[in-house]
């Protein structure tokens, strides 16, 4: 605004053409190649985020102008059935009333303030009531930060500084995170990106997902140093992948034994596999847990919270630092308490509906694949499925790793093209919401057949494969 300002006084014109920004004026290309080519000459990989750019899939993304319950609609006007959903958020569908309402109402109170507000107590207080083990929540602004300071309040608390992490699990794009495992449980971490410093990654212990022994055998050999476990409690970064009966009561004892903390990542999982999120599921209470994605209604925000003695040692009323400018934004607070409203209004109907709507899509794709006698392995719980092509019980990383990936993509690219939009990566879960009512579902799966047909006549070797 300040650059406007002062362009138009300088030309003396405040109100022509020229005072607008260039961009504004000239024709943009239509096609998503040619806005790659312009996006990716002020922008790394022509995004904002890596797996946008279809690196995996291969060709070019779509660039959205508009999205509507089910449906994103590209900028040269192709509808596509979104199976991405935000990546998470959209349990009720794209531009929800509610949520639209809600957003608008509170732009025009005001669009950030930097004091406290009544609606954030309000969105704490919902959260707590719908997961009684967030006794106390802090509110920021994405995922990467709940995990990030969730970690460090673990650390805090305990004051130790390694924690144990499972190869294919994202918790954002924190240094302590951003680590792989070597081979093996017993691998210490190294960085899974150049910047994460050594001796940091260091103290981040990888174990697979499912494997309760590597993990006591890490404890056995750091115990006294480790300050929690950090675990997507249904992991949703390695396709969606549930967890093995008794691993997280496992876990859950592990950290009794040694004096160290469970934290439950459900940036992704928090009212979207359930209402109370996967800990509603499996009995067991984490000390701490991170919430993203759904709490925001598409909006940024994100949250830590557990057990209030713990919650109690973040600043300004304990010693542990963490802060935001934006942390708790009014807008972003009103959309969030909308769609949680809307989500547990009539008893938590959505759910309910949710869960009709998943079983239909389970169930079609599994007769899909059945039918054209692919090998592949469906997990779902509430709105999330797991669909990953292979013959193998998918219980780890490296099931996922040894899936078919290239049958994935050119199922990807034959799905895109008749107006089904996947995430574009087999380690990523699909998601969808309310809005995918049963004729939604029913197009997807007919087209999931008809891809399937398409993609056993492809030439795999064919480059034109992947377009
Ligand atoms: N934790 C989990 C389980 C996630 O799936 C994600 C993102 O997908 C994050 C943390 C990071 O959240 P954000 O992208 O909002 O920083």
């Known amino acids: 605004m300040g650059t406007l300002t002062t362009k138009s006084k300088r030309n003396g014109k405040p109100n022509d053409e020229s005072s607008v920004p260039a961009s504004q004026n000239e024709a943009w290309p239509t096609d998503d190649a040619a806005l790659l080519e312009r996006a990716s000459k002020v922008m790394p990989g ?74 954030e107590i309000e969105l ?63 691998t210490l971490g190294v960085p899974t990106s150049p910047g994460v410093p050594a001796d940091l990654a260091s ?22 140093e480790i300050a929690c476990i950090a675990v997507e409690p ?13 691993f997280l009561a496992g876990l859950r004892q592990l950290c009794d034994d040694h004096g160290a903390l469970l934290l439950f990542d459900e940036v992704m999982t ?29 909006l940024p925000i994100a949250a830590y919270g557990g057990k209030a003695h713990l919650m109690a040692q973040i600043a300004p009323s304990g010693p542990v630092y963490q802060a935001g400018t934006l942390s708790g934004n009014p807008i972003a607070v009103a959309a969030g308490l909308a769609a949680l409203r809307e989500l547990i209004r009539d008893g938590g109907a959505a759910f309910q509906r949710l869960e009709e709507l998943g ?23 509430g709105g999330m499925l797991g669909f990953v092509l292979s ?26 093209r008749s107006g089904v939009h996947l995430p574009p990566s087999p380690y990523e879960a699909f998601f969808f919401s309310i809005a995918h009512e049963e004729e939604i579902i029913d197009r997807t799966v007919e087209a999931f057949g008809a891809a399937f047909r398409a993609a056993a006549e492809d030439d795999p070797e064919s480059p034109s494969t992947t377009p």
């Open 203 to 224: 103290h981040t212990l990888v174990a697979p997902f499912n494997d309760l022994e590597a993990v006591a055998q890490l404890f056995a050999d750091h115990g006294g």
């Open 359 to 381: 079983q239909r899509l389970e169930n079609g794709l599994r007769q899909v694949v059945q039918q054209r006698q692919v090998s592949c392995q469906i997990q779902r719980r």
């Open 270 to 298: 928090g009212f979207r596999v359930a209402r109370g999120g996967a800990q509603s599921l499996f009995g067991v209470v984490p000390d701490l847990t991170a919430l993203g994605k759904v709490i925001g209604g598409g």
């Open 391 to 416: 013959s193998d019980p998918i219980l780890r990383l490296e099931d996922v790793d040894a899936s078919d990936r290239d049958l994935f993509n050119r199922l990807f690219h034959h799905l895109l």
């Open 46 to 119: 022509g995004v904002s985020s890596p797996v946008r750019a279809f690196r995996t899939v291969g060709g070019t993304p779509v660039f959205v102008a508009s999205a509507e319950g089910p449906w994103l609609i590209a900028q040269d006007g192709r509808r596509y059935i979104d199976y991405i959903c935000g990546y998470g958020p959209h349990i009720l569908g794209h531009r929800h009333p509610a949520v639209v309402q809600a957003v608008v109402d509170a732009a025009q109170r005001g669009t950030t303030f930097g004091t406290p507000t009544r609606e």
């Open 124 to 186: 704490a207080e919902l959260i707590r009531s719908e997961m009684p083990h967030l006794e106390m929540v802090r509110l920021v602004n994405s995922g990467t930060e709940a995990a990030m300071s969730a970690l460090r309040l673990a650390r805090a608390a305990t004051g130790r500084d390694k924690f144990i992490k499972f190869a294919g699990h994202y918790h954002g794009h924190a240094d302590s995170f951003l680590v792989a495992a070597g081979s093996g449980a017993q």
């Open 234 to 246: 249904i992991a949703g970064n390695m396709g969606m992948v549930l967890p093995q009966p008794g």
